[in-house]
């Protein structure tokens, strides 16, 4: 106990220094830029700025990385209040009060409840990484080879289910990914695989152009195919950017409950943040006092979906840093941002690696604060960047994929493999399989097969030691969950978003999805 209490005040003290803050400071104002404007993404901000932390301390990186995730979430609610357009899709909620209120010359309160919701939201879930992070990765250090092996599975069956609507769909995209696993040379026996005589694949292929290329250009093909048209003007606001004592008073109960909603979504891999604002949003309506209000403009209810939303971060965490798990696309960027720092997910974070995991955990609760100073005071200008034109948007991302993928190792083969995985990406959203799962299937499929390979070896070549331990069988059970989750999460999801009712708007700009008449 003393010793992990001096490992979160040293955290605190890395985390403080003057380089920190200043980069908490900028990952959270281009995290909100990011997920103001509509048709960009968290992971794909994520994944577009990976190249730019390599040269940074491993603790830096991931506090700029986490910076960017938190500042994303938020920023999607400023297009979702001012021009009824989701910046994101976690602030799909959002839209039906916020932009109410912005019709009653209320932008400002409105903008004030989002902000202030997803800085208690965030604050409030970094409890649970601080407090179930360490004892899963004790559990984590009982793992062996076998164990290894189901993990990779359970992961697999988990992402590749939940991410998308078809269970089909979803396995296709994990085969997909490891096949691609396999490209380099054989870790056991030495032997070329699928190499094609390229000496640049010794390694298999470099994760960091497959993300940029499956989340960044895959979404700039996906924007330059459509017709480039004018956004709508972000609403002016005279009011002022506060909240009333009592008005925190009538929505804390709000952030109290969605802030458990989002935790636990957030440590169930797969379920993301678009359920847990649809959720928050619910139970909001449900509890409230001031139904009424509904429908026409409720602070409760941008509160319920804001702070459910971003409770999702710190919860999505636990299952990455502790089992390499990622609970949803942005955290599968995130954990390959971790492998090419070295460093592999799993026990070792919480005891070699500890002073640099300490400081990120604090470095996240520093950015929280970031986002409600930097969110309050440039709300404003972050209004008239949502109107940026795809015009701009695309030729701006394509060229930062280009000099972000040849940046890696100043290599231009990087930057091919970067094109081939956007052109990839973008025939993979549009047979409606799922990026996420590709890349997940691609860092998890070494460990699965080295976890089976080495297992055999012991065994003799006998399958039973895939068997032989109660951990073993935890893990089956796991898996057949990940098998059956997509079930129950797509009627999940359905029902929220039904419940949530009336015309809830789309991130790509396009015409609201009518959920019910």
């Not at 929280?368 to 209004?383: E, P």
């Not at 290599?411 to 799922?434: A, C, E, S, T």
Request: hydrophobic share 50%; with cysteine; aromatic share 8%.
């Amino acid at each position: 106990m003393l010793e992990t209490l001096a490992l979160m005040g040293h955290g605190f003290v890395n985390a403080m220094s003057l380089s920190n803050l200043l980069f908490m400071a900028g990952g959270t104002a281009i995290g909100i830029i990011i997920g103001c404007l509509p048709g960009l993404s968290a992971a794909m901000g994520v994944a577009l700025l990976l190249p730019m932390t390599f040269t940074m301390a491993p603790e830096t990186g991931l506090i700029v990385l986490g910076a960017i995730y938190c500042g994303a979430i938020f920023g999607g609610s400023i297009s979702a209040i001012l021009i009824h357009t989701p910046g994101t899709p976690a602030s799909a909620a959002t839209a039906i009060e916020g932009y109410q209120l912005t019709l009653q010359g209320k932008a400002g309160k409105a903008l004030a409840v989002a902000c202030f919701s997803s800085f208690c939201g965030g604050l409030l879930s970094c409890i649970s990484l601080y407090f179930f992070a360490p004892l899963l990765a004790q559990l984590a250090m009982k793992f062996g080879s076998p164990e290894y092996f189901w993990l990779s599975i359970f992961g697999l069956t988990i992402i590749a289910g939940v991410a998308s609507k078809s269970l089909l769909k979803g396995l296709i995209s994990g085969a997909l990914g490891l096949l691609l696993s396999t490209i380099g040379m054989d870790p056991m026996e030495g032997a070329q695989r699928f190499m094609f005589g390229q000496a640049s694949l010794y390694e298999g292929i470099n994760t960091t152009c497959a993300l940029i290329g499956l989340f960044s250009m895959s979404q700039v093909l996906i924007l330059a195919e459509k017709k480039i048209k004018q956004r709508a003007k972000a609403a002016k606001f005279s009011d002022k950017i506060t909240l009333s004592g009592k008005e925190i008073k009538r929505i804390t109960p709000t952030i109290l409950r969605s802030w458990v909603i989002g935790n636990l979504i957030g440590i169930l891999p797969g379920a993301g943040a678009s359920i847990a604002c649809f959720l928050g949003y619910n139970t909001s309506r449900q509890f409230s006092h001031h139904k009424e209000e509904f429908g026409k403009g409720s602070i409760e209810g941008v509160a319920g979906s804001e702070a459910a939303n971003n409770a999702v971060t710190g919860g999505s965490l636990i299952p990455m840093l502790t089992l390499g798990i990622p609970g949803e696309s942005v955290t599968a960027v995130l954990m390959g941002g971790l492998i090419i720092q070295g460093l592999q997910p799993g026990p070792e974070l919480f005891t070699r690696y500890a002073p640099m995991t300490y400081t990120f955990f604090a470095g996240f609760v520093l950015v929280q604060f970031f986002m409600l100073g930097i969110g309050l005071l440039g709300c404003r200008g972050f209004a008239q960047i949502s109107r940026l034109s795809d015009a701009i948007l695309i030729p701006s991302v394509a060229v930062l994929c280009v000099v972000g993928s040849f940046a890696i190792h100043k290599n231009f083969f990087d930057v091919v493999i970067m094109m081939i995985f956007g052109v990839l990406g973008y025939l993979v959203r549009k047979f409606d399989l799922n990026p996420a799962a590709i890349v997940l299937a691609l860092i998890l499929g070494p460990i699965g097969e080295n976890g089976l390979r080495r297992s055999l070896r012991l065994s003799g070549g006998s399958p039973a030691i895939l068997f032989s331990t109660p951990l073993c069988w935890v893990l089956i059970a796991l898996c057949v969950f990940g098998v059956c989750s997509p079930i129950f999460m797509n009627r999940m999801e359905k029902k929220a978003v039904e419940d949530a009712g009336g015309d809830i708007p789309n991130e790509t700009g396009d015409d609201p999805v009518r959920t019910s008449d």
